[in-house]
Each structure stands twice: as structure tokens, then as C-alpha cells.
């Protein structure tokens, strides 16, 4: 199996790049984000969009291959709040099947996941899930979270604020990693996972630039 290439673009946007083709997760709007902005001429094959709020679906940044979809897509929908999605309408989890492997998106999941959604994501190699309250999951949610996640596999945080990057309504990285434990700061914006060795981890990438 070849390697899977998992670059972060800050907030909840990455690319998922394999000799099979590459897709962008979430984009958002120029300025809907404090402190990031997404590179110019971005690509990929396909683009999938967790929610229609405008830091979740700036699918139109991206320029497509006209190649069609690289990997096997499912999804799973869940409210975007604790409210049944009364409050912010609902959120689309995005699994994708590469090079053998798993890997969930969980978008801006707003409470925690029932017994048969668990079940569902147990089944996840990498998960990319929020972390930072107000629009998603909280610290102490996504703690939860990734306990109930026993099987070894790749945790990488996202849509929180760090620093000026990311809304002030939202819990500082600093804050969160007093709360989940064990979090590592890879001060790199790419990963190459080999899908036999998959870290069974929790980390943060750079967004690049």
C-alpha cells in the first residue's frame, strides 16, 4: 500500500493526498476565519463539505481535476448542536477509504455521539475531530471522545483557536491540552502515514501556508 499524505490548512480544512488522487475537506471563505487564509490555486479531485456555514464550505476555492472521486465516500449526519441541530442546523461526518485504510472528518460535530455512532467510528483509523466548544464539541466532549476510540489509531485536532488564529468564543489549544491528555504539537503542516504503522496518538499540525 502506498502512504497517505494529511495536510492541514488550519480551522477544519485538509487535504488527503495518495498515488490515487487527492480530496480537500472542508475550505473556508476568505476572512471567515481570524488569522488564516487558505493558499491560492488549491487542487484536488473532489471536495467534501462537513455543513454549509461559510468557514465549512468553500468548495468553490478549489479547483478540481475533473478526475472524479480517488477514494470510497460515506457519510454519517449528526446535529451540529445539542439541540438536535434546532440551533445550527445538521453536520456531515465524511469517511474515506484509502490505501486500505479509514479515515473520518468529523466537520463541527456539536454533541457526542450516540452508542451506534460510536460504533461507526470505531472503525476509523484517523479522525480528525473538534475540540473547542461554542460551534463543536468541547475539550472535555472530545476527551470523551477519543477515550471511547480504543482502537489504536491517529487523533488530530482541529477547529479551535490558537493564539489570534481562530474566534475568540473558542478554547485556546494551550487550554485544551490542560484537558486531553498527552497532546503533541508537531510543528510541521503534512503528515506521511504509512498504513501499517499508523501512531496511535493525539496531535495538532501547523496550518500551512
Known amino acids: 500500500m502506498g502512504k497517505i499524505r494529511i495536510t492541514s490548512y488550519g480551522h477544519s480544512c ?8 487527492a480530496v480537500i475537506l472542508d475550505p473556508y471563505e476568505d476572512g471567515k476565519v481570524p488569522g488564516l487564509v487558505l493558499p491560492e490555486n488549491l487542487e484536488a479531485d473532489a471536495v467534501y463539505c462537513s455543513h454549509q ?43 474515506l477509504q484509502a490505501e486500505g485504510i479509514c479515515i473520518a472528518h468529523l466537520g463541527d460535530l456539536g454533541r457526542l455521539p450516540t452508542d451506534e ?9 484517523i479522525v480528525m475531530l473538534p475540540c473547542a466548544g461554542y460551534f463543536t464539541i468541547s475539550s472535555e466532549e472530545a476527551r470523551e471522545v477519543i477515550q471511547q476510540l480504543k482502537k489504536p489509531s491517529l487523533k ?3 477547529h479551535f483557536r490558537d ?12 487550554d485544551i491540552m490542560k484537558v486531553i491528555p498527552g497532546v503533541k504539537r508537531l510543528p510541521v503542516s503534512e503528515l506521511e502515514i504509512d498504513p501499517d504503522r499508523i501512531p496511535h496518538s493525539v496531535v495538532t499540525l501547523d496550518p500551512a501556508v
Open 14 to 21: 485538509f487535504k488527503i493526498s495518495t498515488e490515487s488522487g
Open 53 to 95: 456555514h461559510a468557514d465549512h464550505n468553500a468548495a468553490h476555492l478549489v479547483r478540481l481535476s475533473g478526475k472524479g472521486e480517488p477514494f470510497k465516500v460515506s457519510f454519517l449526519t449528526v446535529p451540529h448542536d445539542h439541540h438536535g441541530g434546532s440551533r445550527r442546523g445538521m453536520n456531515r461526518i465524511t469517511f
Open 117 to 125: 455512532e460510536y460504533e461507526i467510528l470505531r472503525k476509523a483509523d
Open 156 to 158: 488530530i485536532l482541529m
Open 163 to 174: 493564539g489570534k488564529r481562530g474566534y475568540e468564543v473558542q478554547e485556546d489549544i494551550r
